[in-house]
């Protein structure tokens, strides 16, 4: 390994030995981790690189194109396998910011989801910077610094990288780690545990695992949807997904999803007729068409017991739980006003309807960073535990 400011780990020997002597440093309780990858024209995310700085100070950039170029293909193993064992390792917390896609590439390496993560995005939820906070945004807050972004649309691919996209690289860890300092020192306990709540929500592996039959639930636009038209949406959400993993090609390429809203609403009966779809690209209907009017075929043919069951309706709410609903909506509008939130982020009405009629609130509905923001207050509220004053133009929580 090459020391100069940082360690740079371009052999599956060199990762070993930086990997283990992380997980065997009694001093290193921590480490600050964040990847780049591509994926502008592929299904999975390719790894393109990982840069960590450890709570000792030490900065490295593992160059998993090199690692895997250079390794041993008769060992059996995984060239990045020694990675794996540090992600996976739990008395080592791997601190990231934005982490969903950086576990989602890295879980690809072996399908073993990393363990012990903390997410300082999730934790600036409760420093006031607002639902999905960017890196730069939070560390020019937070630690009066200002990092330079002017490769975040470079090709992480190429070969050797140039001295401003390793500096760039290294700057996502070197910040971080102060960042998660200053988490630390900031948050109450209540507000880490909720954090932590929902970093354990995130390692779920059903968010990362591709499930062609669930394909459906992902499509936007669908609440509505009648028993039939949810059917063709599943059936043309399933096709997309298996023809795009198997061609490692972004889903929507071929088909997006205002395309199958369109066509679950006025299925066409010929392929012709595909031609008429809003949005719809010709070369596709060209060469998949007569595929979709089968899979539409097939929908009509079906028993309709065997389409999927809308969802069910939420009873209207009464006149009285209007009342209540405008009151603590008129709250939730405050604490998203005082921590930069959306509205629709932090609560919306069907979810607060059904606090409201929750009779047993030992279970919360709402978890994690929301449970910690709202979802306590509401419960107390609804109890007349605590009750709303305006002070000073705002609204404010009194204990009754």
């Known amino acids: 390994m090459k020391e100069n400011a940082y360690l740079s780990v371009e052999t599956e020997s060199q990762l070993r030995h930086y990997c283990q002597q992380i997980i065997d440093n009694p001093e290193i309780s921590w480490v600050a981790i964040d990847t780049e990858f591509v994926r502008v024209d592929t299904y999975f995310a390719e790894l393109?690189?990982?840069?960590?700085?450890?709570?000792?100070?030490?900065?490295?950039?593992?160059?998993?194109?090199?690692?895997?170029?250079?390794?041993?293909?008769?060992?059996?193993?995984h060239p990045l396998h020694a990675l794996t064992e540090l992600l996976t390792d739990p008395n080592t917390l791997k601190v990231f910011h934005s982490a969903r896609q950086d576990i989602e590439v890295l879980y690809q390496l072996e399908d073993k989801m990393p363990v012990s993560i903390f997410d300082?995005?999730?934790?600036?939820?409760?420093?006031?910077?607002?639902?999905?906070?960017?890196?730069?945004?939070?560390?020019?807050?937070?630690?009066?610094?200002?990092?330079?972004?002017?490769?975040?649309?470079?090709?992480?691919?190429?070969?050797?990288?140039?001295?401003?996209?390793?500096?760039?690289?290294?700057?996502d860890v070197r910040y971080l780690s102060p960042l998660y300092e200053q988490c630390l020192k900031s948050l109450t306990p209540d507000e880490i545990g909720a954090v932590t709540q929902?970093?354990?929500?995130?390692?779920?592996?059903?968010?990362?695992?591709?499930?062609?039959?669930?394909?459906g639930a992902k499509v936007k636009g669908i609440k509505a949807f009648k028993a039939k038209q949810l059917a063709i949406v599943n059936t043309l959400a399933q096709w997309r997904e298996q023809f795009a993993i198997t061609q490692n090609q972004p889903k929507k390429w071929v088909m997006d999803d205002d395309v199958i809203t369109h066509i679950a609403k006025r299925p066409p009966i010929t392929m012709e007729a595909l031609y008429k779809v809003p949005q719809i690209k010709s070369s596709s209907v060209k060469a998949y068409g007569a595929d979709w009017v089968e899979l539409i075929d097939e929908v009509f043919q079906q028993s309709p017991d065997e389409w999927p069951a809308p969802a069910d309706k939420v009873a209207n709410p009464t006149l009285q739980e209007e009342a209540l609903l405008q009151l603590c909506m008129a709250y939730a509008q405050q604490v998203a006003i005082d921590y930069r939130l959306n509205l629709p982020s932090l609560i919306n009405r069907t979810d607060l309807l059904a606090i409201l009629r929750q009779e047993n609130s030992e279970e919360p509905l709402l978890k994690g960073w929301r449970k910690q923001l709202i979802g306590k207050d509401l419960i107390l509220i609804k109890s007349g535990q605590i009750s709303l004053k305006v002070e000073q133009e705002k609204i404010i929580l009194i204990e009754n």
């Open 48 to 77: 393109s690189l990982v840069q960590i700085q450890d709570c000792l100070g030490q900065l490295a950039i593992i160059d998993p194109i090199l690692i895997t170029q250079s390794a041993d293909d008769t060992s059996g193993r």
């Open 198 to 215: 929902d970093c354990a929500a995130m390692l779920d592996k059903t968010l990362y695992t591709p499930n062609p039959e669930n394909a």
């Open 120 to 171: 300082t995005q999730l934790a600036a939820l409760f420093l006031k910077h607002g639902e999905m906070a960017g890196f730069a945004r939070v560390i020019k807050e937070e630690l009066g610094v200002i990092i330079d972004k002017n490769q975040t649309r470079t090709n992480w691919h190429h070969r050797p990288l140039t001295p401003e996209q390793i500096e760039y690289a290294l700057d």
